[in-house]
């Protein structure tokens, strides 16, 4: 509530302000009073041009359209109000008065020049050059939403981002899209304002002159002086600050995204390198020795290069001292002679290993970040497959190619893939975007066409219509998609173990009727790996168990263990295959072909009784109708007898890529089943 009421006096002083520059406009006010406002004019465009240069990035000064709008509007009131006075009285405060003589030395025409340089400058550089900018920008925030939106959703499919995380980044990306189109409107403001300030200045000189002449008993020499150097006075006083504030929206315009501000980051880039500042000291020597130039000033400046260049090398040393030491204290390499015999035994269950040149992924930054990336990963296994990825370690590997990465399980390479560091690897989703320069590649968890891209063609290429994604995030997408074919290996007995200990906190009843009186850990874990091998989440573990349970008092086959505990947990298995409406979309076997494998299959000899090179017609068969299901759109799901399914998931697995083998009873939660395929085998 008092944030609200804050809030709210906010907004009344806001209306507030608008009210008084309508009453400035259309009531006389007192010198006195003109002299204050001008004052507050001079201090707000102050204002608005150091916080532009604090300020980190552009969007962290939304408002500065607004702001943009309301300084021209008080501007303009500024300049009806000091206007009247000057017709009226010929006199017009203070402060005016002294722009008028002082700054330009009492000299009308002296004023007029120095008026029409500012407004050159103002009119035609900067406002020129901060429009034509603003309009750029505008246009490539619009146009690269949709890649950068893309680059989210694959940032959150792979896992490295969660929903809120996602959701923030959007609605930052939303943000910046609507600044920069603000800011592209917001230049006519200044644009305006300059003009407005050159209309209003013509208008006082001929109407004072009318004034003075007419009215006043004037003569023309005396009229001119006077109203010129007071009309002069009003347009600095009211350019001055436009100056100000049209140069802050050229700063923030052309100003990159970066966390520092642009004093600082400016220091860091042109008075960083010790060599640069002696270059420019050398040359400023060679100009001093030129006949008439001021030899002593060049001289000093050269000087003070120097000195400066010496402690920018300083600076550069030390910083590069400090990152070395960080990261030996981070990596301690200990002395191998040293190590007892029985570490040596260990082997890593999970392992990333890199070449030397992508070692700097694992380090924090735009580029790096990688155990960020894999803590968000085995977050992401629990949710979604109730699954704890086992640690998983990242070191480098001399013995790999530089660019060059393994994963492995127990000690084995499992995939490998290639990156560059600091580059980005540009695909095409739709298959029909513009070429684009890079190397070509494959991307290593989908095999899809792809080219690693410069940083400097990324904002391009999403243009373009390209999906980008920076290395880090390809390495994890593959060590998604390799995790997720291993993750019945995964599982360990200790694993299950910690699993049904954490369960039985909460459910005793359960644990105690099953383990170890019906079945032991290996068993259970035997049936987990299953269900993980065909990319079914064992989150619901209470369920899972209670389905074993009841099943045991029946058979202790661990296979047919396994599809009673999928008919239990159909749901779960279905419901990522249906359609916003509750639709399962699934192939089917002809029936007679159905049958045929039915009846082979029951007999000793199982597969053995199907004709000869049945079996593999029958896959590829299988393969190209789920194959058009993927290319479709649709889930490649295969729906069969239970005493069919196994087999089948089975002979299938790993020549369709993510395809799912139900029987028609783990279709019931289904609303409806629709046949996208029906499959037959001649002969």
């Not at 993980?532 to 168990?545: A, H, M, S």
């Given at each position: ?638 729906v069969t007898r239970a005493s069919l399914r196994p087999f089948l998931a089975e002979a299938i697995a790993g020549v369709i890529p993510n395809a799912a083998v139900l029987s028609y009873q783990e279709t019931s939660p289904a609303r409806k089943v629709e046949t996208t395929q029906r499959i037959a085998v001649a002969g």
């Open positions: 509530m008092a944030d609200r009421g804050k809030s709210n006096s906010k907004n009344s002083l806001l209306a507030l302000f608008f009210v008084a520059i309508l009453g400035v406009m259309l009531v006389p006010v007192p010198s006195l009073l003109l002299d204050a406002m001008l004052c507050l004019n001079i201090t707000s465009s102050l204002l608005i041009l150091m916080a532009v240069l604090n300020a980190g990035r552009p969007v962290e000064f939304s408002t500065f359209p607004s702001v943009l709008l309301f300084t021209a509007l008080f501007r303009l009131a500024l300049n009806v109000a000091s206007t009247r006075l000057i017709l009226l009285e010929g006199d017009a405060g203070d402060v005016i008065k002294t722009f008028g003589e002082f700054v330009v030395g009492g000299e009308p025409l002296v004023g007029i020049v120095i008026f029409l340089v500012l407004v050159v400058i103002q009119f035609i550089v900067i406002t020129k050059g901060q429009g034509r900018i603003s309009e750029v920008a505008a246009r490539f925030a619009l146009d690269s939403m949709p890649g950068k939106q893309m680059s989210i959703d694959a940032d959150l499919g792979a896992g490295l981002l969660t929903a809120d995380e996602a959701r923030v980044r959007r609605q930052a990306l939303t943000t910046e899209m609507e600044f920069y189109g603000a800011m592209d409107g917001a230049g006519k403001f200044v644009r305006g304002d300059a003009i407005a300030g050159l209309i209003i200045t013509g208008i006082n000189i001929v109407g004072g002159l009318v004034m003075g002449i007419a009215f006043s008993g004037m003569s023309a020499g005396a009229a001119f002086e006077k109203y010129t150097i007071l009309t002069i006075g009003d347009g600095l006083v009211a350019q001055i600050p436009a100056l100000l504030v049209s140069t802050a929206a050229g700063i923030l315009v052309t100003k990159g995204a970066s966390e520092s501000s642009l004093g600082e980051e400016m220091g860091d880039q042109m008075l960083a390198s010790g060599r640069t500042l002696r270059l420019v000291a050398g040359v400023l020597v060679v100009i001093a020795l030129l006949p008439g130039m001021p030899t002593l000033l060049f001289l000093g400046i050269a000087g003070a290069l120097l000195a400066y260049s010496s402690a920018a090398d300083a600076a550069l040393v030390r910083a590069e001292t400090e990152k070395a030491a960080a990261a030996a204290a981070k990596e301690p390499k200990p002395d191998e002679n040293q190590q007892p015999v029985e570490e040596l035994l260990g082997v890593d269950r999970l392992g990333v290993e890199l070449g030397f040149r992508l070692i700097g992924l694992v380090e924090p930054g735009k580029h790096g970040g990688l155990l960020d990336h894999i803590r968000a990963l085995r977050r992401q296994f629990a949710q979604n497959l109730g699954l704890v990825v086992p640690p998983i370690r990242v070191r480098d590997n001399v013995q790999l190619e530089p660019n060059t990465y393994r994963i492995t399980l127990g000690g084995q390479e499992v995939a490998r893939g290639t990156l560059r560091a600091g580059q980005y690897l540009a695909m095409d989703p739709s298959g029909t975007a513009a070429p684009i320069h890079g190397i070509e590649t494959v991307e290593p968890a989908f095999g899809l066409p792809a080219r690693w891209i410069a940083e400097s063609d990324k904002d391009r290429a999403e243009l373009l219509g390209y999906t980008v994604i920076d290395a880090a995030s390809v390495l994890i997408t593959h060590l998604t998609e390799s995790l997720k074919k291993i993750a019945g290996e995964l599982l360990s007995r200790d694993d299950v173990k910690s699993l049904v200990d954490n369960l039985k906190k909460t459910s005793p009843a359960v644990v105690d009727e099953l383990i170890p009186s019906q079945l032991t850990v290996g068993q259970v874990q035997r049936v987990l790996a299953g269900l993980l091998r065909e990319g079914v989440p064992i989150r619901n573990l209470q369920t899972i168990l209670e389905a074993l349970a009841d099943a045991c008092t029946e058979t202790k086959d661990l296979r047919q263990l396994t599809e009673h505990v999928r008919g239990r947990i159909a749901r779960t298995i279905v419901e990522p295959h249906l359609d916003p409406v509750g639709t399962l979309h699934a192939a089917f076997l002809d029936p007679d072909l159905e049958r045929n494998l039915a009846e082979a299959l029951a007999g000793n000899e199982g597969a053995a009784n199907l004709p000869a090179g049945f079996l593999g017609r029958f896959v590829d068969r299988t393969a190209e109708a789920l194959s058009t299901m993927a290319r479709s759109g649709r889930d490649p799901v295969l």
